[in-house]
T-cell receptor, first 109, second 114 residues
Framework: GQNIDQPTEMTATEGAIVQINCTYQ??????LFWYQQHAGEAPTFLSY??LDGLEEKGRFSSFLSRSKGYSYLLLKELQMKDSASYLC??????????WGAGTKLIIKP | ETGVTQTPRHLVMGMTNKKSLKCEQH?????MYWYKQSAKKPLELMFV???????ENNSVPSRFSPECPNSSHLFLHLHTLQPEDSALYLC?????????????FGDGTRLSIL
């Protein structure tokens, strides 16, 4: 079967750095998305990786290793507004999106 | 503002009621989706429409009935729902149905079945 694993919940301190991991086992691979979802709001697109390596976008970076079936989202200089759930989703060989259950990130002052 | 608007934001209904959820996108996209989101579970894809044609129905019970009159509007008609159907229902759109296109989501309808 197809599976996406990410931690259920993480806690970090304002101003610090946090890394949210995502491992996947899917039938084929055509890219990986990260979305952010604040409580009661729409998931919003953060990043898309299809090649190995690190993609940086301001305070957020996303890394992909296709050989390891692994990605992480790195958040730097954490702010209180970064408290949200972070969803990992993989595009399989049929171009279907397979979603993880999300990681709830709690930022403490 | 994501460009995808869902109404109502909250809905409480009895098991014998009939109601509809509405989604409208202003992004000029050709694909639209209905998802169910339950606590601590992955998003569950329910239906996909591409150019107004239904292309996916992921074994969704018939008490959920989608309708897509045009590429900008999507409805989910509900009747005789069960308590386990209580969840957040999200609508999304993307340029086309290729999975590697980012999806744009609405804020969802929080549905509670009494």
């Amino acid at each position: 079967g197809q599976n996406i694993d990410q931690p259920t919940e993480m806690t970090a301190t304002e101003g610090a750095i946090v890394q949210i991991n995502c491992t996947y086992q899917t039938s084929g691979f055509n890219g990986l998305f990260w979305y952010q979802q604040h409580a009661g709001e729409a998931p919003t697109f953060l990043s898309y990786n299809v090649l190995d390596g690190l993609e940086e976008k301001g305070r957020f970076s996303s890394f992909l290793s296709r050989s390891k079936g692994y990605s992480y989202l790195l958040l730097k200089e954490l702010q209180m507004k970064d408290s949200a759930s972070y969803l990992c989703a993989v595009v399989d060989s049929n171009y279907q999106l397979i979603w993880g259950a999300g990681t709830k990130l709690i930022i403490k002052p | 503002e994501t460009g995808v608007t869902q109404t109502p934001r909250h809905l409480v209904m009895g098991m014998t009621n009939k109601k509809s959820l509405k989604c409208e996108q202003h992004l000029g996209h050709n694909a639209m989706y209905w998802y169910k989101q339950s606590a601590k579970k992955p998003l569950e894809l329910m239906f996909v429409y591409n150019f107004k044609e239904q292309t996916e129905n992921n074994s969704v019970p018939s008490r959920f009935s989608p309708e897509c009159p045009n590429s900008s509007h999507l409805f989910l008609h509900l009747h005789t729902l069960q308590p386990e159907d209580s969840a957040l229902y999200l609508c999304a759109s993307s340029q086309d149905q290729q999975g590697n296109q980012p999806q744009h989501f609405g804020d969802g309808t929080r549905l509670s079945i009494l």
